[in-house]
T-cell receptor, first 115, second 111 residues
Framework: DTGVSQDPRHKITKRGQNVTFRCDPI?????LYWYRQTLGQGPEFLTY????????KSRLLSDRFSAERPKGSFSTLEIQRTEQGDSAMYLC?????????????FGPGTRLTVL | DQQVKQNSPSLSVQEGRISILNCDYT??????FLWYKKYPAEGPTFLIS?????DKNEDGRFTVFLNKSAKHLSLHIVPSQPGDSAVYFC??????????FGAGTTVTVRA
């Protein structure tokens, strides 16, 4: 399967714990995006990488959130001191920046539940 | 601020009939629009897109119409099939990076 993969698919944690999610984009896609989706809403942009450089961060990304893409391939999203309001689906997407299409390819998401 | 709005949270249509999904946007800088389809427990899947220089794009049973003056786009699905039952998201982008999504419309196709 050459699509975007995310791990884990589900995460249940207690308030105050740290969690880390991983995203493996489609090979050779130089752009990688993180979104968050809550119930009844569409995905909301969190952050964006071009290769290893983090070029944009949303106001939604508080200082408890950090994302990395150290070698320009996979990416991690860490949430420190989780809060119940962090419960959501975290989606990763990638695209080929040289493509004329603006289509982003999404992974299956990681569903986070903070108790 | 919600720059992309889908005002109909749900739509029910009979199999074989046309489904029409609507989307409005407020940001005049948006230059590319996309529709995604989402099944439960899966990520959104790209369906069809349209550039702001066009007013219509067609791909099989799916057609997207763009009315820039009204800041409105619509997705037509003809004929509707049971497998089309899903949540449909309208998305828009400018300067080719982040997507701004609407809240989605849940489509149910009745047999």
């Amino acid at each position: 399967d050459t699509g975007v993969s995310q791990d884990p698919r589900h995460k249940i944690t207690k308030r105050g714990q740290n969690v880390t999610f991983r995203c493996d984009p489609i090979s050779e896609h130089n752009r990688l995006y993180w979104y968050r989706q809550t119930l009844g809403q569409g995905p909301e942009f969190l952050t964006y990488f071009q290769n290893e450089a983090q070029l944009e961060k949303s106001r939604l990304l508080s200082d408890r959130f950090s994302a990395e893409r150290p070698k320009g391939s996979f990416s991690t999203l860490e949430i420190q001191r989780t809060e119940q309001g962090d419960s959501a689906m975290y989606l990763c997407a990638s695209r080929d920046g040289s493509s004329r299409s603006n289509e982003q390819f999404f992974g299956p998401g990681t569903r986070l539940t903070v108790l | 601020d919600q720059q992309v709005k889908q005002n109909s949270p749900s739509l029910s249509v009979q199999e074989g009939r046309i489904s029409i999904l609507n989307c409005d946007y407020t940001n005049s800088m948006f230059d590319y629009f996309l529709w995604y389809k989402k099944y439960p427990a899966e990520g959104p899947t790209f369906l069809i897109s349209i550039s702001s220089i066009k007013d219509k794009n067609e791909d099989g049973r799916f057609t997207v119409f763009l009315n820039k003056s009204a800041k409105h786009l619509s997705l037509h699905i003809v004929p509707s099939q049971p497998g089309d039952s899903a949540v449909y998201f309208c998305a828009a982008t400018s300067n080719d990076y982040k997507l701004s999504f609407g809240a989605g419309t849940t489509v149910t196709v009745r047999a």
